[in-house]
């Protein structure tokens, strides 16, 4: 199973720009996509970008599609998240997950496909 570790959240001013890093590790992380979920408080989790295994296909939320950026560094194992004109509703948790063998196809993967999960890292989008 892949251990994951978010880091690079914190306080954004509104319009600002945050970058999220995952670190996997205790497996080969070629064979994973790797996914961001965020949950506000009192809200369902929400899935906002997906990079697919082998780094193939890159999928995004509608409401992030052209301010987020995910990416993945094969030798250092990492995925990243870039997030662009941040917005105070996007104040939340973000998580990283990995799932095995997943293409990221489209702009809908469901949690319930991704059985790795890190810890969650707070973003505040706040002036």
């Known amino acids: 199973q892949v251990k994951i570790v978010e880091s690079g959240g914190g306080l954004v001013q509104p319009g600002g720009s945050v970058t999220l890093s995952c670190a996997a590790s205790?497996?080969?992380?070629?064979?994973?996509?790797f996914a961001w979920f965020r949950q506000a408080t009192g809200e369902a989790r929400e899935g906002v970008s997906c990079i697919g295994t082998r780094g193939v296909n890159t999928n995004y939320a509608d409401s992030v599609k052209g301010r987020f950026t995910t990416s993945r560094d094969r030798t250092k194992n990492m995925v990243y998240l870039r997030m662009d004109n941040r917005e105070p509703a996007e104040t939340a948790v973000y998580y990283c997950?990995?799932?095995?063998?997943?293409?990221?196809?489209?702009?809908?993967?469901?949690?319930?496909?991704?059985?790795?999960w890190g810890q969650g890292t707070q973003v505040t989008v706040s002036s």
């Open positions: 997950a990995a799932a095995s063998w997943y293409p990221c196809s489209s702009n809908w993967f469901p949690a319930s496909h991704f059985n790795s």
């Open positions: 205790g497996v080969n992380s070629e064979e994973y996509a």
